[in-house]
């Protein structure tokens, strides 16, 4: 299969940047920044695309779209491609005569070397090509045989990839604003469409992704999405997205989306015969965002631990989702021991003998009471009032079990049980 490469020169390539870095990805993942542009692989696109001229036309209105001014150099060798683009004409498709009427400034030679050939009335390609070759290797030493390869298009330099992307973008306009849930989704499905094809092809995976939904009201409402696993898996991605943007709905029609995907590794799984039965990460990511719609974001997540006394000393980290660690980590910590709070708590008659609490009853159980730590108040917060109101005991009951009791206004309740 023939070799075909574009390279692409502008004046400023900081400030265009990343419109040609746009444009080289409709053709190539192969592509290559170089000091005034860019260089890419377009091989193989004769069925996509069509012949070198159709590449050159749609490179050169891909650059108009993205309102880029740069010359366009095609050529079967990236040394020739990059000598075409610097030679100062909008568009050259190699030829036998375009190539020979380059001039000698875009080669690397010396200026010395330049002047002595331009006294000799050699300015161009094709006149240097008129020399003897053995006759330039004498004169100007072997180094010069690397400019006659370069002029014979038999040049060694290979394109080397030097993008290193952390994520990509998708933007679309949509011709009217859009109120609908099915309507975003249909748009955001083409949008991830190209985002995951673009992502695989960089063998990567993503487990973040930002949605802008530009307003008709001309703000912006934003969304950023995390997956506790890299997945690529569209439909996936389309009912967290659609979950979460009902959640929280933009205040005004739609008039525009823009979506970013970030890379990550793929995620690794054990597939087969002896892989252990568990649930998919897909759906308990899903399950988890159902919970939010139905009864709150703040009311689903996991408890993360707070270093406190407390009635109920921990909070739900609502962006959060166990990590598949957990098991691990309690086989190397020390044991630890759970509490379940009793709802509401049940009321129990006490009985004090030299002020210690010997006996305990209630409608579940009754019991001497054999171990018994306290008293503690039920907050650390000392400065509020509702930390001295009440006070609490872990209690140890025979044949029943540990609880913990509370006395608050003159009255005793069981508050929970240790497991």
């Known amino acids: ?70 010359s366009i150099g095609i050529a079967d060798t990236t040394d020739a491609a990059m000598l075409l683009s610097r030679g100062g004409r909008n568009t050259t498709v190699n030829s ?121 009201n001309r703000k912006w409402h934003r969304h950023e999405i995390k997956a506790s696993f890299p997945t690529l898996d569209r439909s996936f991605w389309l009912k967290l997205i ?20 970030h890379f990550t590794k793929p995620r690794t799984d054990q597939r087969g015969l002896y892989a252990v ?22 009311d689903v997540g996991v408890p993360v631990l707070l270093n406190e006394r407390l009635a109920r000393p921990f909070r739900l980290d609502a962006d959060a989702l166990p990590v598949g660690k957990e098991r ?12 379940q709070y009793f709802q509401p708590p049940r009321r129990a008659e006490v009985e004090l003998r030299h002020r210690k609490i010997v006996h305990v009853r209630t409608r579940e159980f009754s019991g001497s009471v054999i171990e018994c730590g306290g008293v503690w108040r039920a907050a650390s917060k000392w400065w509020t009032a509702d930390g001295w109101r009440t006070q609490e005991w872990d209690i140890e009951v025979e044949n029943a079990g540990v609880y913990r009791l509370a006395l608050t206004n003159g009255e005793w309740f069981i508050v929970g049980e240790y497991d």
């Not at 993008?163 to 009217?176: A, Y």
């Not at 979460?244 to 970013?260: D, F, G, K």
């Not at 039965?277 to 703040?298: D, F, I, N, Y």
């Not at 691990?328 to 509490?339: C, L």
């Open 242 to 261: 659609n979950l979460r943007v009902s959640l929280e709905p933009p205040e005004a029609a739609i008039s525009s989306v823009e979506v970013t995907t």
């Open 328 to 339: 691990q980590a309690e086989r190397t910590s020390r044991p630890v021991i759970a509490f």
């Open 277 to 298: 039965s568990r649930p998919e990460p897909e759906s308990l990511l899903l399950t988890a965002g159902k919970l939010k719609k139905l009864v709150g974001q703040s």
């Open 1 to 70: 299969m023939p070799k075909l490469f574009v390279c692409i020169t502008v004046d400023d390539v900081s400030a265009a940047r990343h419109s040609l870095l746009a444009v080289a990805r409709e053709f190539s993942f192969a592509i290559e920044v170089i000091e005034d542009g860019v260089v890419f692989d377009a091989s193989g696109l004769e069925r996509l695309v069509g012949s070198p001229e159709r590449v050159a036309r749609r490179v050169k209105d891909l650059l108009k779209a993205n309102e880029v001014n740069g």
């Open 96 to 216: 036998s005569e375009h190539f020979a009427s380059l001039s000698l400034d875009g080669l690397d030679i010396e200026r010395d070397t330049l002047n002595v050939l331009g006294d000799l009335g050699v300015r161009n390609i094709g006149e240097l090509l008129a020399i003897p070759r053995d006759e330039l290797s004498r004169r100007y030493g072997r180094d010069f045989d690397r400019v006659i390869k370069r002029i014979e298009q038999r040049g060694e330099r290979l394109l080397t990839p030097n993008i290193r992307e952390s994520r990509v973008s998708w933007s679309f306009d949509l011709d009217q604003a859009i109120e609908d849930f099915e309507q975003l989704i249909f748009v955001l499905n083409h949008g991830l469409e190209q985002l995951f094809a673009r992502v695989a092809n960089y063998g990567k995976s993503s487990d973040h992704i930002d949605i802008s939904l530009r307003l008709e």
